[in-house]
């Protein structure tokens, strides 16, 4: 427990003054400590940052060196009707083919009139054979429900016009495999052949949808149907939809996406600047005017740090040197003086059309490399930023046991200036008590004396 101060209570002096002066030089080696702290603090939040951003390029790398990301493509066909998607595995190409006809859905009615009593039960068959039970509800609407919330692919709703009502079945997927036949009776009758068929007002039959390749081609034409207006199987990788019948034939190519893959190139480009520009932000120096007027030039958090000059001038050498003879420049990559790359958008797609493959090896070949290098650095087990970075916050940890020790030593040298100046006043206390005895020990013997 502390000793309250008693300030100048013979002394004069300003006891807590004193005090406190002496142990802010006492704390002086305390104050290091805390600043360097601080700044071993600011140091681990930058070196997150930048493995944040180096971990993002080796993202972006390793798109670039990826196969599949050089072989999109996107499909566009002669028709506004036809559109296409383009997936793994699609191929450039052209293809030509007639629109025959669309894709329905059957719907039907029924005269509710038609129907066995409530409670009995109907029967949905499917063109492959499947059977599904339906028990007859109280009225039309009940029934419809009870068809609709069933598995027989059918939605079912109660019509009530001219005093009769009917329900309309719409079967929930086109094409004729979707197509169904309504028997009064069980699932058994139904395949004994015991059921009666429900007599059914067809308004628009379940149709596939058709189209004929390479069409007025004689010898090679060919139909291609689907219970959807989508054809999925005709080409690989390639969704083909149609939306209207077309007399003339449609001609669909599927090419090169050449926007995606300049994406794909441009991005590394800019993941690159993205790092080398927080290492510029990081590594700059500041000029700042001391109290005195000195000049004060401080340099940034990475300024003479090894390993972060290291991994810069690692992934420089990566995005610059070439790829088996051939210049990143060639196709539009290029490092500046600076120490930053550009990308050259019409020298890369220039290089792209007249050889996509060299463009592509070229790419690939130094993304691989920057991913290799962005890996090693930002590796989340064994990366050299992550490691650096948990080396530095283990050291903020120890300079703070530190600072905890010298808080509880300054709070006992504290105490024992307390006590010793308290002392003081105490003992000046006491000798000033001493000294008026003794001069009025000296009036009385004057005074005795001269009687």
């Known amino acids: 427990m502390a000793t309250m101060g008693i300030d100048g209570l013979v002394s004069g002096l300003q006891t807590t003054d004193l005090i406190n002066q002496l142990m802010q030089v006492e704390s002086a080696p305390q104050a290091l400590l805390k600043s360097k702290q601080t700044a071993t603090t ?24 990826t196969p599949a990301s050089w072989s999109v493509t996107k499909a566009s066909a002669s028709a506004t009707s036809v559109t296409a998607t383009t997936s793994a595995g699609s191929t450039p190409t052209e293809l030509t083919f007639r629109v025959d006809a669309l894709a329905s859905s059957q719907v039907s009615l029924a005269s509710t009139s038609a129907l066995p009593a409530a409670g009995s039960t109907l029967t949905f068959k499917a063109p492959d054979g499947t059977l599904t039970e339906v028990v007859v509800g109280a009225d039309a609407a009940a029934t419809a429900r009870a068809i609709s919330s069933s598995a027989a692919g059918v939605n079912a709703v109660a019509v009530t016009a001219g005093g009769q009502t009917r329900l309309q079945l719409t079967a929930t997927e086109s094409g004729a495999e979707n197509a169904f036949t309504l028997y009064a009776g069980t699932k058994a009758q139904v395949e ?22 390479w069409a007025g081609v004689t010898g090679a034409e060919q139909k291609v149907t689907s219970s959807s207006n ?39 480009v800019g993941a690159l600047n ?48 070439p790829v088996d003879g051939t210049s990143p420049a060639e196709v539009g990559i290029s490092l500046g003086k600076d120490g930053t790359f550009t990308f050259d958008d019409a020298k890369f797609k220039a290089a792209l059309a007249a050889d996509p493959d060299k463009v592509q090896k070229v790419v690939s070949g130094l993304a691989q490399r920057v991913a290799d290098v962005a890996k090693s650095a930002s590796d989340s087990v064994d990366g050299t930023l992550t490691l650096k970075i948990t080396g530095q916050q283990d050291a903020v ?38 000294s008026s005895w003794l001069a009025g020990q000296l009036s009385s013997l004057s005074a005795s004396s001269s009687s």
């Open 42 to 65: 600011n140091l681990v939040t930058a070196l997150q940052s930048l493995n944040t951003k180096v971990a993002s390029l080796k993202d972006a790398a390793t798109k670039a060196a």
């Open 192 to 213: 004994a052949g015991t059921a009666s068929t429900v007599p059914l007002t067809e308004t628009r039959a379940a149709k596939d949808a058709e189209i004929t390749l």
């Open 230 to 268: 989508t054809f999925s199987d005709v080409l690989e990788g390639t969704a083909i939809t149609i939306s209207k019948v077309e007399a003339d034939p449609v001609t669909l190519t599927v090419a090169r996406d050449t926007a995606a893959v300049t994406s794909v190139a441009s991005g590394l």
């Open 274 to 321: 993205v790092v080398f520009s927080e290492v510029a932000s990081r590594t700059s120096t500041t000029t700042t005017t001391a109290a005195d007027g000195r000049t004060v030039i401080s340099g940034g958090l990475f300024a003479g740090d090894s390993a972060v000059r290291g991994l810069q001038q690692q992934l420089q050498t990566a995005a610059s040197y």
């Open 397 to 434: 940890k120890q300079l703070g046991t530190q600072i905890e020790a010298w808080d509880r030593r300054l709070e006992l040298r504290r105490e024992s200036l307390q006590k010793t100046y308290s002392a003081l006043e105490v003992t000046l206390s006491n000798m000033q008590s001493q």
